[in-house]
């Protein structure tokens, strides 16, 4: 059986209709999906503070206050424009506009392989069906954050990588330099990234014994892109810089941060080093070892930074699992490649059709699994969405809680205002936590937090009023730990709070979230 699916599989690869149709088939039927399902709650966040952004907000000021630096929104400004200048629905521009870079990624792949004709045709038409599939249906939920901008923008630069370590080539100046200027903004996303492009340019170093010059091209537009973001930062969002920087150091990690044994309770944490052994193992006996090196040491280093953040969400794992993806599907394609017609040719020369179908299954697993979840879901918006509707109607809506699902993307999908600069009040689960432990060491600067944080709610209720007010009121609250924490006793001590609150009637408790309705808010 193995041996037949090794051959099956090979005919298929061999074939263009397959080959190129597998790919465009994932395009069509993935945009379609995705149009029609929802958009996760950052990803909406994001689309929100960019209108904002465009209205003449000020970043880390009166808007997208929030731990992260401002790359992540400055990508989505382009669909965010073009809906404001066409009036379509910004979350399906969104949509569009990443599948679009999706494609031209896939096509940029699939240029740089056929450049390389000494590689087997199948290793080249396999390597773009799975590159397809990890773009497209490995996102799942995660469609649209930070680390799928990530695979689209580096992924082209990796593959470049590869080819050119295989062939011992180099790519043409123009295009290395513009791989290396795209593949420069995906890394810059989060610093942990930069461990990527490093542990590959070490590889690079001791594959070719030291001959490889770091002034290349593409290094010189990587680094060309990362000293531009650094220019940005200081000159167009400087408050990032000077206060969220040290609020974050302060107390983000303090709530937002898990346990060790949570990050590594994933399936990547055993699948990596058992691919990383069978790679090794196997490696004299394959066609094209180098591109399973690198897809596996960029999978190990994604994971370093996956458990360098300490957070242990699903989309922080994306970079790694789908690079683990790729590592085990290049094991089988090699057992494709070195298949012979002469079957004695075989026994020595190739990977048995075992270890390859093996490798074939895992890959598959791995996609399978992250396609099960079918996408973004938050019951939350499906079950106030009809408050919202009766209540801040053409209107706004806040949020007083920790987490940024419950006002995204239902805020997006209700087309209703948003009377807050955070997404979340995330500043304060870490300071509470702090002062409950007695584990603050610098008082005056969570002082300084917490006034900020109660002026700014304050200065967000007085200039845009909600007309409906959700408030976490849950017993165990989301990232507070053992602190019982009450948010109108907190912002009800400060007079000007307690004063506007007055105007507010309570309506329900659903979900553990009460509802309050601004007196003389729409449908009163």
């Known amino acids: 059986m193995p041996r037949r699916i090794v051959d099956v599989s090979r005919r298929l690869l061999t074939n263009d209709t397959f080959a190129y149709g597998v790919p465009l088939a994932f395009l069509a039927i993935g945009l379609i999906a995705q149009l029609m399902a929802s958009i996760n709650h950052d990803t909406a966040w994001y689309l929100h503070a960019g209108g904002r952004y465009l209205e003449g907000g000020m970043l880390y000021r009166d808007i997208f206050v929030e731990v992260n630096p401002p790359l992540g929104l400055f990508l989505t400004l382009p669909p965010v424009i073009l809906a404001r200048l066409t009036g379509l629905f910004s979350v399906h521009v969104f949509v569009v506009y990443v599948y679009l870079l999706i494609a031209l990624s896939l096509a940029t ?91 590959l340019e070490v590889y690079r170093l001791a594959i070719t014994r030291g001959r490889s010059s770091i002034l290349r091209a593409e290094l010189l537009g990587l680094g060309t892109a990362l000293v531009a973001y650094a220019v940005v930062l200081y000159l167009v969002t400087p408050d990032y810089l000077t206060r969220i920087v040290p609020y974050a150091l302060e107390v983000y990690n303090v709530a937002y941060r898990n346990p060790l044994w949570i990050n590594l309770l994933r399936v990547e944490t055993f699948m990596l080093p058992l691919g990383c052994v069978v790679h090794l193992v196997t490696r004299r006996r394959q066609t094209a070892p180098h591109a399973g090196d690198i897809f596996l040491i960029a999978s190990a280093s994604f994971f370093v930074a996956y458990v360098a953040q300490m ?49 074939l299954v895992v890959a598959a697993l791995l996609v399978a699994s992250d396609a099960s979840k079918f996408g973004y879901k938050n019951r939350f918006t499906d079950i106030m969405t009809p ?34 600069r955070f997404s979340s009040l995330w500043l304060l689960p870490g300071a509470m936590q702090k002062r409950f432990k007695g584990a603050a060491k610098n008082h005056a600067l969570l002082d300084e937090m917490e006034a900020f944080t109660r002026d700014a709610v304050v200065a967000d209720f007085s200039s845009d009023m909600p007309d409906l007010v959700f408030v976490d009121d849950r017993d165990e609250k989301t990232y507070f730990g053992q602190v019982r924490f009450d948010y109108l006793d907190y912002f009800g001590q400060d007079p000007r709070f307690a004063r506007i609150w007055s105007d507010y009637v309570w309506v329900a408790e659903v979900v553990g979230f009460d509802i309050f309705r601004r007196r003389c808010a729409p449908g009163c």
């Open 311 to 359: 957070k242990g969400w699903d989309y922080h794992l994306y970079p790694a699992s789908v690079y683990l993806m790729l590592g085990y599907a290049s094991l089988f394609l090699n057992g494709l490649t070195g298949r012979r017609e002469n079957k004695a040719e075989i026994k020595n020369n190739s990977l048995t059709p075992g270890v390859a179908v093996a490798a």
């Open 109 to 199: 792949v699939w240029w740089v392989q056929q450049a390389d004709r000494q590689s087997p045709p199948v290793l080249r038409r396999g390597i773009l069906i799975v590159a397809a599939a990890i773009l497209i249906v490995s996102p799942a939920d995660q469609f649209g954050q930070r680390e799928h901008f990530l695979m689209i923008l580096t992924l082209p630069y990796i593959i470049m990588i590869a080819r050119d370590v295989v062939r011992g080539t180099r790519t043409s100046w123009p295009m290395a330099l513009v791989f290396g200027l795209v593949a420069g903004v995906g890394f810059a996303l989060k610093p942990h990234y930069l461990l990527v492009p490093l542990a």
């Open 387 to 420: 408050y919202v509707e009766r209540y801040a109607a053409n209107g706004s809506i806040a949020v007083l809680g920790a987490n940024v699902w419950p006002g995204f993307p239902m805020v997006n999908y209700s087309q209703v205002g948003w009377s807050s």
